[in-house]
């Protein structure tokens, strides 16, 4: 199992442009997730999602769109890149209590 | 709703010395508690959690949390520390059930003294 892939590793993106961070996971996890990390603040959840078609906000949701259409993706969007965007994004699948966390990516907006 | 609080943004040990990194948490009902470790440029990884029974929790690579409720915490512990041990740690709360929504702590930076 490849468990959680998150694509691309690293963007710079220059405000008011939009992009999509791509998670995939492969372990039929019904419950996935979205962070963001910034230092000193740990990680704070943006949005989830209890199966396919349910999504909800987190604690941090202004500024992204998610979707989730199937089990195995779960897409985060932003529509309008802003600087205090610049973060480093976790996509994560949860199954008996413990969460999967991906790579991540490093994203910075100029 | 919970929260988590993390004593010392950093901690430095010497190799071989014990490792004490400390966590407490406030939480409306009994708590999941985990402690999640992050290597550098790194995804976070389990090394343990609890969720009821035994307070004494132990993880990967000899880390141990004993869950204490009457203090709130469930500080995390290695008798020995190794060079290997360097990184950022985390502690994180969630309301029981499924424990799917987790609060994190700001992290602790562990740095081994050679």
């Known amino acids: 199992n490849a468990g959680v892939t998150q694509t691309p590793k690293f963007q710079v993106l220059k405000t008011g442009q939009s992009m999509t961070l791509q998670c995939a996971q492969d372990m039929n996890h019904e419950y996935m997730s979205w962070y963001r990390q910034d230092p000193g603040m740990g990680l704070r959840l943006i949005h989830y999602?209890?199966?396919?078609?349910?999504?909800d906000q987190g604690e941090v949701p202004n500024g992204y769109n998610v979707s989730r259409s199937t089990t195995e993706d779960f897409p985060l969007r932003l529509l309008s890149a802003a600087p205090s965007q610049t973060s480093v994004y976790f996509c994560?699948?949860?199954?008996?209590?413990?969460?999967?966390f991906g790579p991540g990516t490093r994203l910075t907006v100029t | 709703a919970q929260s988590v609080t993390q004593l010392g943004s950093h901690v430095s040990v010497s190799e071989g010395a014990l490792v004490l990194l400390r966590c407490n948490y406030s939480s409306s009902v009994p708590p999941y508690l985990f402690w999640y470790v992050q290597y550098p440029n790194q995804g976070l990884q389990l090394l343990l959690k609890?969720?009821?029974?035994?307070?004494l929790v132990k993880g990967i690579n000899g880390f141990e949390a004993e869950f204490k409720k009457s203090e709130t915490s469930f500080h995390l512990t290695k008798p020995s520390a190794h060079m290997s041990d360097a990184a950022e740690y985390f502690c994180a709360v969630a309301l029981g059930g499924s424990a799917r929504q987790l609060t994190f702590g700001s992290g602790t930076q562990l740095t081994v003294l050679p």
């Open positions: 994560a699948s949860s199954y008996l209590g413990v969460q999967y």
């Open positions: 609890y969720t009821t029974g035994a307070t």
């Open positions: 999602s209890v199966g396919a078609g349910i999504t």
